[in-house]
């Protein structure tokens, strides 16, 4: 499956992002979802994930009570709602997907991944 992420760009301290990544050719029906960061010199950082029933959630601290994920109904979009944003989140946000499970949160359980978007936080 491909993925394909949007939403990212420059914004203020205290602002907010919606990330969307959809899925081409197919609904993300089966597959749980996440979203990872990265910045240079480090490694992939998970930020959130979601079962594949939207019934299960999970988000990393860094990001808790700011960040929240969701996935449409129809089953092609997954979304990453960034509030309060903080020059520390400043990274390449990307999606990923894993077939028929439930909740993942390692990087390493995924299967598929997006491009990435890149999230500028300026001070």
């Known amino acids: 499956v491909q993925l394909q992420a949007s939403g990212g760009g420059l914004v203020q301290a205290g602002g907010s992002l919606r990330l969307s990544c959809a899925a081409s050719g197919r609904t993300f029906s089966s597959y749980a979802l996440g979203w990872f960061r990265q910045t240079p010199g480090k490694e992939r950082e998970t930020v959130a994930s979601i079962s594949r029933d939207g019934r299960s959630t999970y988000i990393a601290a860094s990001v808790k009570g700011r960040f929240t994920i969701s996935r449409d109904n129809a089953g092609t979009t997954v979304y990453l709602q960034m509030n309060s944003l903080k020059p520390e989140d400043t990274a390449v946000y990307y999606c990923?997907?894993?077939?028929?499970?439930?909740?993942?949160?390692?990087?390493?359980?995924?299967?598929?991944w997006g491009q990435g978007t890149l999230v500028t936080v300026s001070s």
């Open positions: 990923a997907a894993v077939e028929r499970a439930r909740l993942r949160v390692e990087a390493s359980d995924y299967e598929y």
